[in-house]
């Protein structure tokens, strides 16, 4: 199967998703997780209409922009990101999705200020409460936003989830749905840099179950590209 084939089903996927939870399709972007594939890929699957690639690796998203193969989509930074690589990161992406600790928000904010500029970011939940991954646990976003409004340079767009790895899709909806009240509960409360319409959450293997609860963005790399080879230069 094409690239563009894989996106065409992937659309289908997706509607059919929609459609069984009563949402709208049109409300659900695609971002291609595009880590490991080359320039010629991504330009595939821009040219198939993904909605936005989301790269993880700071090295990976430099390289890839020297070659220009982000033309045509807004690119988004999803790994991990390190407080002293975010010159390289910081208005060169359309949106930051992985922020996870508030010394990665005030570095973020700082060197935006330098820009002069005001950057787009998620925060990045860790719902499952997972040593291995990084992320902000949900009883702390509260006091988060409550110290947003010194961080001028930021305006959050919503929140990010990677959930467990778990044995039934359906297993990770407890994740989605506790993210997704959460999302809501921001909603309500007014806060000044804030508006929560960006839900990120849902990949290759449980991107219909996210749909069903409440994502507006899934992230998909293998669906979209096909396994991906690790090789001996993976170094995630
Ligand atoms: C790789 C990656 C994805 C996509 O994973 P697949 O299972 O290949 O769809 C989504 N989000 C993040 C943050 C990733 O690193």
Known sequence: MSIAENIAAVRMQIAR???AAGRDPGEIQLCAATKM???????QAIAAGVDCCGENRVQELVEKQRQDAYRGAPVHFIG????????QVVGKVDLIQSVDSLRL????DAEAAR????QDILLEVNTGREESKSGFYS????????VLPNFSHIFLRGLMTIPPVCQEPEDSKEFFLEICRLSVDIGRKKYDNVSVDILSMGMSGDYAEAIACGSTMIRLGTAIFGSRNYGKSHQE
């Open 80 to 87: 991990h990101l390190q407080t002293n690589k975010v010159r």
């Open 105 to 108: 928000l005030q570095a973020i």
């Open 139 to 146: 009883e702390d976003i509260p006091a988060v936003l409550e």
């Open 115 to 118: 820009q002069g500029i005001r």
């Open 17 to 19: 998703a929609a459609a």
């Open 37 to 43: 594939n080359d320039a010629q890929a991504v330009r």
